[in-house]
């Protein structure tokens, strides 16, 4: 196994890639869809079944783990893959994102953010450096550069000068972060829909230098149209051999088009927020299990997938346990969703290396189009 952090692309096929992350922790196929284990667990999920489902990789928040337990409580108790037994990769976000949209009586200064805890009102402040040694005290192994994302739509002076900001906060970034051979720093590219200025971002960081780049801002209310115009130009603005991450996207569709546009990870709440809900994604659509017309349904929620939840249980169950409140309904849509993803990265993967990917997407759209599945 590698010591270093490597990213080789293996096959293209128009913008899309398909490649390995290597990293000491182990392989990252890409494109690579990171499940979301904000609080240091994915929600409904034993570690071995977010394995099982095909993950390479998760994503923690250094936000949420900051304030609960602490970074320091977790580097005591011998860092975050001990702590939640998962010894794969671990991406961390930098806590920029979420200091935003979920602290309370923020204050923004050149310095970085000061806050009160939305849990118990406990004053903190994250920069640059202090988010570098957060994520470093959890073990992380991609690092996120502290930035600062405005709300869309904002106007060119706004989305200026917050992209200034974050281009002055990654280089502190990258100074405090060091030289940690084995562990990535990933650069994020600002500039809401302005592509003058991602390009200007674009430069900055490159200038920089990091691991991987991602294309920052987006998914924050803009809309498909408008998110992939602007994928339209960014990731080629980034290096061509470093790999590009798509934070916060999305829906299997959003995937889909950023991964034709170049794009070689992403993350999402979504396929594990929608298992709490009885939301499932199937590749005939979203099917709600909360439907009254599943309560006789003696069929899986995908007669063709091959999840432990497909396998094993049906409509109607998942369709009671999910009116009776019980916790093995989360479990099993989640378990469900989370493989749907992966099965669609593996899709994306195989598609680039045969040379395909617009046969795949021709298919993917036809299958969607059909409906969630035939009357009984
Ligand atoms: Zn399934």
């Given at each position: 196994?590698?010591?270093?952090?490597?990213?080789?692309?293996?096959?293209?096929?128009?913008?899309?890639?398909?490649?390995?992350?290597?990293?000491?922790?182990?392989?990252?196929?890409?494109?690579?869809?990171?499940?979301?284990?904000?609080?240091?667990?994915?929600?409904?999920?034993?570690?071995?079944?977010?394995?099982?489902?095909?993950?390479?990789?998760?994503?923690?928040?250094?936000?949420?783990?900051?304030?609960?337990?602490?970074?320091?409580?977790?580097?005591?108790?011998?860092?975050?893959?001990?702590?939640?037994?998962?010894?794969?990769?671990?991406?961390?976000?930098?806590?920029?994102?979420?200091?935003?949209?979920?602290?309370?009586?923020?204050?923004?200064?050149?310095?970085?953010?000061?806050?009160?805890?939305?849990?118990?009102?406990?004053?903190?402040?994250?920069?640059?450096?202090?988010?570098?040694?957060?994520?470093?005290?959890?073990?992380?192994?991609?690092?996120?550069?502290?930035?600062?994302?405005?709300?869309?739509?904002?106007?060119?002076?706004?989305?200026?000068?917050?992209?200034?900001?974050?281009?002055?906060?990654?280089?502190?970034?990258?100074?405090?972060?060091?030289?940690?051979?084995?562990?990535?720093?990933?650069?994020?590219?600002?500039?809401?829909?302005?592509?003058?200025?991602?390009?200007?971002?674009?430069?900055?960081?490159?200038?920089?230098?990091?691991?991987?780049?991602?294309?920052?801002?987006?998914?924050?209310?803009?809309?498909?149209?408008?998110?992939?115009?602007?994928?339209?130009?960014?990731?080629?603005?980034?290096?061509?051999?470093?790999?590009?991450?798509?934070?916060?996207?999305?829906?299997?569709?959003?995937?889909?088009?950023?991964?034709?546009?170049?794009?070689?990870?992403?993350?999402?709440?979504?396929?594990?927020?929608?298992?709490?809900?009885g939301?499932a994604?199937?590749?005939?659509?979203?099917v709600?299990v909360k439907?009254?017309?599943h309560?006789?349904d003696?069929?899986p929620l995908?007669?063709?997938?091959?999840?432990?939840c497909?396998?094993?249980y049906s409509r109607a169950y998942l369709s009671h346990v999910f009116?009776?409140?019980?916790?093995i309904s989360?479990?099993l849509v989640?378990?469900h969703?989370?493989?749907?993803?992966?099965?669609?990265?593996?899709?994306?993967?195989?598609?680039?290396?045969?040379?395909?990917?617009?046969?795949?997407?021709?298919?993917?759209?036809?299958?969607?189009?059909?409906?969630?599945?035939?009357?009984?």
């Amino acid at each position: 196994m590698t010591q270093r952090f490597q990213f080789d692309i293996h096959a293209t096929d128009g913008k899309a890639r398909t490649g390995i992350i290597s990293t000491p922790r182990g392989d990252i196929r890409t494109p690579a869809f990171m499940p979301v284990g904000t609080a240091a667990t994915v929600k409904a999920m034993m570690p071995e079944s977010v394995r099982a489902t095909g993950a390479d990789i998760l994503l923690g928040n250094t936000y949420h783990l900051m304030l609960r337990p602490t970074a320091e409580r977790i580097a005591k108790l011998g860092g975050l893959h001990k702590f939640m037994n998962w010894d794969r990769p671990i991406l961390t976000d930098s806590g920029g994102f979420q200091v935003m949209s979920l602290a309370e009586l923020r204050k923004l200064t050149e310095e970085g953010v000061t806050f009160k805890s939305h849990i118990d009102g406990s004053k903190h402040m994250l920069s640059p450096e202090r988010s570098m040694e957060i994520q470093k005290l959890l073990g992380s192994d991609i690092v996120m550069c502290f930035d600062e994302c405005p709300a869309l739509p904002a106007d060119r002076a706004r989305i200026n000068e917050s992209m200034q900001l974050s281009m002055r906060w990654a280089a502190r970034s990258r100074e405090a972060f060091g030289d940690r051979p084995g562990h990535a720093l990933f650069g994020i590219q600002q500039g809401g829909l302005e592509q003058d200025m991602r390009a200007e971002s674009a430069a900055a960081l490159t200038k920089i230098g990091f691991d991987g780049y991602a294309v920052g801002g987006l998914a924050v209310g803009e809309g498909q149209e408008a998110m992939f115009g602007c994928l339209d130009y960014a990731p080629e603005q980034l290096p061509q051999d470093k790999p590009r991450y798509l934070m916060g996207v999305g829906k299997p569709d959003d995937i889909v088009g950023a991964v034709e546009r170049g794009i070689d990870m992403f993350d999402c709440v979504l396929p594990s927020r929608s298992g709490r809900t009885g939301q499932a994604f199937t590749r005939r659509g979203v099917v709600n299990v909360k439907n009254a017309r599943h309560m006789d349904d003696p069929r899986p929620l995908d007669e063709d997938c091959t999840c432990p939840c497909c396998s094993q249980y049906s409509r109607a169950y998942l369709s009671h346990v999910f009116r009776a409140q019980e916790m093995i309904s989360s479990m099993l849509v989640t378990w469900h969703n989370l493989h749907y993803y992966q099965e669609l990265m593996a899709g994306l993967r195989a598609a680039i290396a045969a040379g395909d990917l617009a046969g795949f997407v021709k298919t993917f759209h036809e299958a969607r189009a059909l409906g969630d599945i035939e009357p009984l």
